[in-house]
C-alpha cells in the first residue's frame, strides 16, 4: 500500500517538507507564545482601551477559519506591496493566528493563580513588571505547559493547510511527489502515516506531563 | 497609494455564471452551512457511541474507543481530506470505488461531511468521556444495585446526565466544525473561502471579498454562540458543577 521505493526517490523533497512545516510550528510557537503572553497582559489590563484591543483581535482570529486568514494574507501582502512570497509570508499569518489561541490559554494560566499571589507581591513593593515577572508569570506558565504544548501539536497538524496555496511543507511535497508519479493512494497513505508518527507519539508525552504537573499543583 | 473599494461590485454579474457575485458568497455559505451541519450530526452520533465505549468496564471495547479517537486526533485533518478523497476509493471494492468516483451525487459534499464528521467524533468522544466520569460514581453503582442491567444504567441513569453537562465544552467544538469546513476547499468543496476565493481572482477587488467573507464567518461564530448560550442555560444540571454556574 505504501511505496517505499518511491519513497526514498523523493526523499529529499519529502525531508525539506518535513524541516520547512517544522520550522514553521517552531517560529509559530515561539512568536505566538510571545505575542499572546502581551496580548493575554493587555487583556487582563485595568486600562479599557488596551484589553478592549486584545479582546478584539483574539475574537476576530478565534471566529474565522485559519485558512482564511492564510487568505488574508495571500492576497493582501501582494495588494500592499509587499511580495515577499506566500512561503514567507506564512510565518506572519501563523504567528499572529496562533497568538489568539496562545494568549487565551495564558490568560487562563494567569487567572488560575490566586490573587494574594499578586496582593502580596505589590504589598512587598514590586512593581507591576517586576509581580508579572518573579511571580505572576513563572507560576502559570509551570500550570498551562502541557496546554501550551498540546497547542502546538495542534499547530503543527494545522500547519499542513499551507498546501492550499502551494507551499511545499511536508503535505505539499508529499502532493508534488503524488502528482508527479501518478501515486496518490501510496503517497497520500504514507502522509497520513508520517503525521500520526509525529504527533501520536508527542500527544502520548504530552499527557504523561499534564498528569505529573497536575499532581504537583 | 489610494485604494479603490468599490462596493456596488456584488450586484455585478460574475464570469462563472453563477449570476451576480453577491450570489456566489451566498452558495458558498450555504455549502459551509449545510457540510457543517451534515457532519456535526455524524460527529454527535458517532463521538457518543465512542465516548461511551471507551467507559465500559469490558477492555477491548474500551481500546477500541481510545484507538479511534487517537487516529482521529493525530493526523491533520486536511490529510484527512486527502486520504477519503484520493485513497478511499481506491481501498474498496472495485464496483463500490468506481461508483464513488463516477456516480455519487456531491461527491466534495459528502466526502467533506463524513471527514469532518469523523474527525470532530474523536473530539466529541473526548468531551463525552469526560462528561460520563465526571458524574458521581454512586449514580452507577446505584444503578446496578437497584437491578439495573448495564445498557439500562447508561440509557437510563448517566447519559440523560453526561449529555447535559457535556454542552458547554461541546460549544466550541461547534464553533469549530464550521472553521474547519473551510479546509474542506482542498478537494474542491465550493464552500464560503473557495467561493471568496474565486472572487478576489475574477473581480479583483481584494479587500471587499475579504471582508465580506470575513464578516459572514463572524456572524456565523456570533450566531452559534448565542445559540449554544440559550441551550446551555436550558439544560443546566442545578448543582452540578459543570452544569450550572
Redesign the interface.
Known amino acids: 500500500m505504501i511505496d517505499w521505493q518511491l519513497i526514498a526517490d523523493n526523499r529529499e523533497m519529502l525531508l525539506d517538507g518535513m524541516l520547512y512545516s517544522l520550522t514553521l510550528t517552531g517560529t509559530a510557537m515561539a512568536g505566538g507564545i510571545v505575542i499572546g503572553c502581551l496580548l493575554a497582559l493587555a487583556r487582563l489590563s485595568s486600562f479599557k482601551p488596551l484589553s478592549l484591543f486584545a479582546a478584539g483581535y483574539v475574537n476576530l482570529f478565534r471566529s474565522v477559519p485559519l485558512v482564511l486568514v492564510i487568505f488574508w494574507f495571500y492576497f493582501l501582502l501582494p495588494y500592499f506591496g509587499l511580495s515577499i512570497g506566500p512561503d514567507k509570508s506564512v510565518f506572519i499569518t501563523f504567528t499572529l493566528f496562533e497568538a489568539a489561541y496562545y494568549s487565551e490559554i495564558i490568560r487562563a494560566g494567569i487567572q488560575s493563580i490566586s490573587r494574594g499571589q499578586v496582593s502580596a507581591a505589590y504589598a512587598l513593593g514590586l512593581t507591576y513588571p517586576q509581580t508579572m515577572r518573579y511571580i505572576l508569570l513563572p507560576q502559570a506558565f509551570r500550570n498551562m505547559l502541557p496546554v501550551l504544548l498540546t497547542q502546538t501539536v495542534v499547530l503543527f497538524q494545522d500547519s499542513s493547510l499551507v498546501t492550499i496555496i502551494g507551499i511545499k511543507d511536508f503535505m505539499g511535497s508529499t502532493v508534488v511527489v503524488a502528482s508527479n508519479n501518478g501515486a496518490m493512494t501510496e503517497m497520500y497513505t504514507f502522509a497520513a502515516l508520517a503525521y500520526f508518527c509525529v504527533c501520536f507519539p508527542v500527544s502520548m508525552l504530552l499527557k504523561r506531563l499534564h498528569k505529573r504537573i497536575a499532581v504537583i499543583r | 497609494?489610494t485604494i479603490n473599494l468599490d462596493w456596488g461590485i456584488f450586484l455585478q454579474e460574475s464570469p462563472t455564471g453563477d449570476g451576480p457575485y453577491w450570489t456566489m458568497l451566498a452558495t458558498g455559505l450555504q455549502w459551509t452551512l449545510a457540510t457543517a451541519l451534515t457532519g456535526w450530526a455524524i460527529a454527535l452520533l458517532v463521538g457518543s457511541i465512542v465516548g461511551v465505549l471507551r467507559t465500559v468496564p469490558y477492555r477491548p471495547l474500551a481500546l477500541l474507543g481510545d484507538a479511534y479517537v487517537?487516529?482521529f486526533?493525530?493526523?491533520?485533518?486536511?490529510?484527512?481530506l486527502?486520504?477519503w478523497f484520493?485513497?478511499w476509493p481506491?481501498?474498496l471494492p472495485a464496483e463500490i470505488g468506481r461508483w464513488m468516483k463516477q456516480d455519487m451525487p456531491y461527491p466534495e459534499f459528502i466526502t467533506a461531511a463524513l471527514g469532518l464528521g469523523w474527525f470532530t467524533a474523536a473530539r466529541v468522544a473526548e468531551q463525552v468521556k469526560s462528561g460520563i466520569l465526571s458524574l458521581p460514581r454512586g449514580q452507577k453503582n446505584a444503578a446496578l444495585a437497584l437491578g439495573f442491567s448495564l445498557p439500562q444504567t447508561y440509557r437510563l441513569v448517566i447519559l440523560p446526565q453526561a449529555f447535559r453537562v457535556v454542552i458547554p465544552p461541546l460549544t466550541s467544538e461547534f464553533?469549530n466544525i464550521?472553521?474547519?469546513?473551510?479546509?474542506a476547499?482542498?478537494i474542491g468543496l465550493t464552500e464560503l473561502?473557495f467561493q471568496?476565493?474565486q472572487m478576489?481572482e475574477y473581480s479583483n477587488e481584494?479587500?471587499v471579498s475579504?471582508a465580506a467573507?470575513?464578516v459572514l464567518?463572524?456572524m456565523?461564530?456570533?450566531a452559534v454562540n448565542r445559540g449554544m448560550a440559550w441551550l446551555e442555560k436550558k439544560a443546566r444540571v442545578p448543582g452540578m458543577i459543570g452544569g450550572g454556574r
Open positions: 497609494m487517537e487516529v486526533r493525530n493526523i491533520p485533518l486536511l490529510v484527512q486527502f486520504f484520493f485513497v481506491e481501498l464553533m464550521f472553521k474547519n469546513s473551510a479546509a476547499l482542498a473561502t471568496m476565493k478576489v481584494v479587500i475579504i467573507a470575513t464567518y463572524m456565523l461564530a456570533f
